[in-house]
């Protein structure tokens, strides 16, 4: 069993960044994919970024590449989300979620139905 933690969360200004971390447990850590995804009040959990347990590879929605960069430090078992640029349609609660079959396409690493595990959220709004 894995448990993840999310943090970082907070209130900013249209414009403003904020990092958010997710801390895992567990000793398997670095083998799996971790992804965030994010859901806004009356929408669908939707997917933000991943990366491969490795590091080396990243996949994003369109809507944030260029303002959104995922990394990881598997030393440290924390997934991180930097978020730059950030837009009033950027509030949702954010969560991260952790892959056991890292040998997926990296298509389909926005599915989130293919996720094990999940934390319990953080909350992400953004003033216009």
């Known amino acids: 069993q894995v448990q993840l933690v999310e943090s970082g969360g907070g209130l900013v200004q249209a414009g403003g960044s904020l990092r958010l971390s997710c801390a895992a447990s567990?000793?398997?850590?670095?083998?799996?994919?971790m992804g965030w995804f994010r859901q806004a009040p009356g929408k669908e959990r939707e997917f933000v970024a991943a990366?491969?347990?490795?590091?080396?590879?990243?996949y994003y929605a369109d809507f944030v590449k260029g303002r959104f960069t995922i990394s990881r430090d598997n030393a440290k078992n924390t997934v991180y989300l930097q978020m730059n640029n950030l837009k009033a349609e950027d509030t949702a609660v954010y969560y991260c979620?952790?892959?056991?079959?890292?040998?997926?396409?990296?298509?389909?690493?926005?599915?989130?139905?293919?996720?094990?595990?999940w934390g319990q959220g953080t909350q992400v709004t953004v003033s216009s």
């Open positions: 567990g000793r398997t850590f670095s083998t799996y994919v």
């Open positions: 979620a952790a892959d056991r079959n890292a040998g997926r396409y990296i298509e389909n690493w926005q599915r989130k139905t293919l996720y094990d595990y």
């Open positions: 990366i491969s347990w490795s590091g080396d590879s990243s």
